[in-house]
């Protein structure tokens, strides 16, 4: 089994920031593409910004500038730093990673989810 788990998610204000962390743990033995989505109250889930395994990354427009994703391959963790938050980043933030297992295969996991709320 693999389980990731996020932490950092809170209650911050307008133009604050927050860091997010992500750690991947479990029966396998490297991550491919890292990645974090966001799902708003009466939206559907969207990508926020993806990192791969050479450390290529990809934001959604909304995000550029203000966010910045990371990851630390000898830790298992992927980071996303959120800087000038606004009300509108307010969100469950997921964490999603497509990894290499030792029983044979690849595949996609998320983690639970972390709340970040942004006051105007």
């Known amino acids: 089994q693999v389980q990731l788990v996020e932490s950092g998610g809170g209650l911050v204000q307008a133009g604050g920031f927050l860091k997010l962390s992500c750690v991947v743990s479990?029966?396998?033995?490297?991550?491919?593409?890292m990645g974090w989505y966001r799902q708003a109250p009466g939206k559907q889930r969207e990508l926020v910004a993806t990192?791969?395994?050479?450390?290529?990354?990809n934001y959604v427009d909304s995000v550029k500038g203000r966010f910045t994703i990371s990851r630390d391959n000898a830790k298992n963790t992927v980071y996303l730093q959120m800087n000038s938050l606004k009300a509108e980043d307010t969100a469950v933030y997921y964490c999603?990673?497509?990894?290499?297992?030792?029983?044979?295969?690849?595949?996609?996991?998320w983690g639970q989810g972390t709340q970040v709320t942004v006051s105007s």
């Open positions: 479990g029966s396998f033995f490297s991550t491919n593409t």
């Open positions: 999603a990673a497509n990894v290499n297992r030792w029983n044979g295969g690849v595949r996609d996991y």
């Open positions: 990192i791969t395994s050479g450390g290529s990354t």
